[in-house]
């Protein structure tokens, strides 16, 4: 059957990751292992029907129930698996939306593990993939790419080469049907198109299960931290009745649900206090479908400003009983009250930027007596961080330690206040940065263990693929041990340790296996 209109992503947002956000990760990393242990392990493709996927990137689900609400047939569009355009594209094609969270592997995670181990990240390697994919290059279908990534596209040069015809910025629910029928009345497109914030009413319901059960409750941040996107400073609600049309939508396919949001905690609030009634009712009705529920992300100051909130979810979820544990997401930053003065006062709010780390110490304590288990991501070399910055970090992060969790360091990106500085890069690392990294990585070493025991178990993954996850594990840590005795002290490990600049050996040693 043919289609007008072709949605697709790359290849690693088209996984659930085994339903862990924490292996998620791994699509940033650098291309260090062979790509089908990557893909079959860690990234587990969709399943498909003809090329056709039955469940999606949530993002790629509100625009293709945009484009319905436009008055686009549905026999029109097509979400396809991105390795099986062949059999979705075709000569009646005349549009091919591309969703992208990382399409040049720019973002704070790929940038940073990349350009410590010289190497491409997942993410860039499977979009220019994409991009090159023969029925895509010999299709004479329009190619609109939206997605939080591209920012990284805004140079024209870089469009060009990849064929990329028009790039949506911001959020796309509103302007994206307007350039999907043009396309298809074959006007011109503008190269980039700027969507501001989406009202809440103008959300549209998806109309087909997302990745991992992905239901959006919250979209915008409101503490305006100067490093983050514009839009996320209008904090918009999905009212209950649509959150729950869309839960029933997904546990036709799956049991398990993500309620996704910048901060889960303050659903329906009407400051940086949360509504416990308001987040407590919405979990109650949820798990009247369903008895899976995860969380995407907090805000360590919602967590502490609330603790009995905390208390709560952990009670209906069943943590509280030992059955689970809660993985969220959330933002550590910096353990220096200096910078979130100057870059993210809201960070801190209802607290006081000078009370930030101590916040970020209860918090973490908080959850750990309540079965959270958070992974929280700092940021090295905002613009004006000095030495006594990173040490005040590093002395947080030491605290830390007795709380199983996983800490990711990521280096600054210059967006939305700040897009005017510059990339951070491991030529600018002072020693007390090489001491912070290699802090993290022995804080998530000492708990990794631990935690793929939790995480395997929860999400009832298979014996070889635990072991197989296990295995590269270890074998990370063990190539990087020459290099953490240099961090630990300071040095620059990457001219006098093989350890985090060369990792070819593993890739030839698992194709040995493979093919042996």
Not at 6 to 17: G, K, Q, W
């Amino acid at each position: 059957m043919s289609h007008r209109i072709v949605l697709t992503a790359d290849r690693t947002l088209m996984s659930s990751y085994n339903g862990s956000m924490f292996i998620g990760f791994a699509a940033c990393f650098p291309r260090v292992l062979p790509r089908w242990l990557y893909k079959r392990v860690f990234c587990p493709s969709q399943p498909h029907t003809r090329g056709e996927v039955a469940v999606a990137p949530a993002g790629l689900r509100k625009i293709q129930a945009a484009l319905l609400r436009a008055g686009i047939p549905p026999e029109d569009i097509a979400i396809a698996h991105p390795e099986h355009l062949s059999k979705v594209i075709d000569s009646k094609t005349q549009v091919v939306g591309i969703n992208s969270s990382d399409p040049l592997g720019l973002g704070p995670a790929s940038s940073t593990f990349c350009s410590l181990l010289g190497r491409e990240s997942y993410t860039a390697y499977f979009f220019r993939r994409l991009m090159r994919d023969r029925a895509l290059r010999t299709s004479r279908a329009k190619i609109i790419v939206g997605g939080p990534g591209t920012w990284q596209l805004s140079n024209g040069s870089t469009r060009t080469e990849l064929g990329i015809d028009c790039i949506v910025e911001g959020e796309g629910e509103l302007v994206a049907p307007k350039l999907f029928m043009d396309a298809l009345d074959g006007r011109p497109l503008p190269p980039v198109v700027t969507g501001g914030p989406v009202p809440v009413g103008d959300i549209p319901l998806v109309v087909g299960p997302t990745i991992n059960g992905t239901v959006e409750i919250s979209r915008g941040c409101g503490r305006g931290c100067e490093f983050c996107n514009p839009n996320m400073r209008l904090v918009r609600h999905v009212p209950m009745d649509r959150i729950l049309e869309e839960v029933k939508i997904n546990i036709r396919t799956r049991r398990r649900i993500t309620l996704h949001a910048e901060d889960v905690l303050r659903y329906k609030a009407k400051g940086m206090k949360p509504d416990r009634d308001e987040v407590v009712g919405l979990f109650e009705r949820v798990l009247e479908l369903t008895s899976e529920v995860g969380i995407s992300h907090i805000a360590l100051s919602s967590a502490l400003t609330e603790p009995n909130l905390i208390q709560d979810l952990s009670a209906l979820t069943g943590a509280t009983k030992g059955r689970r544990h809660l993985y969220a997401q959330t933002g550590i930053e910096t353990g220096s009250p200096s910078l979130v003065s100057k870059h993210m006062k809201g960070k801190a709010m209802p607290f006081e930027p000078e009370e930030w780390p101590g916040v970020v110490r209860e918090s973490f304590k908080l959850l750990s007596d309540n079965r959270w288990v958070p992974c929280g991501t700092l940021v090295m070399g905002m613009p004006g961080e000095t030495r006594e910055d990173v040490e005040k970090t590093v002395e947080l992060v030491e605290d830390l330690r007795q709380y199983e969790s996983f800490i990711v360091p990521l280096f600054f990106v210059p967006l939305g206040e700040l897009k005017e500085d510059s990339f951070f890069k491991p030529e600018s690392m002072l020693p007390e940065h090489w001491m912070l990294l290699a802090k993290c990585i022995d804080h998530d070493t000492h708990w990794i263990p631990q935690l793929m025991d939790d995480l395997f178990a929860q999400n009832r993954l298979s014996r070889a693929k635990s072991s197989a996850m296990k295995l590269a594990s270890w074998y990370m840590q063990r190539r990087l041990k020459e290099s953490l005795e240099l961090m630990r002290v300071g040095k620059d490990p990457r001219q006098t340790s093989p350890g985090i600049s060369d990792l070819e050996d593993f890739q030839e040693e698992e194709a040995g296996r493979a093919h042996s």
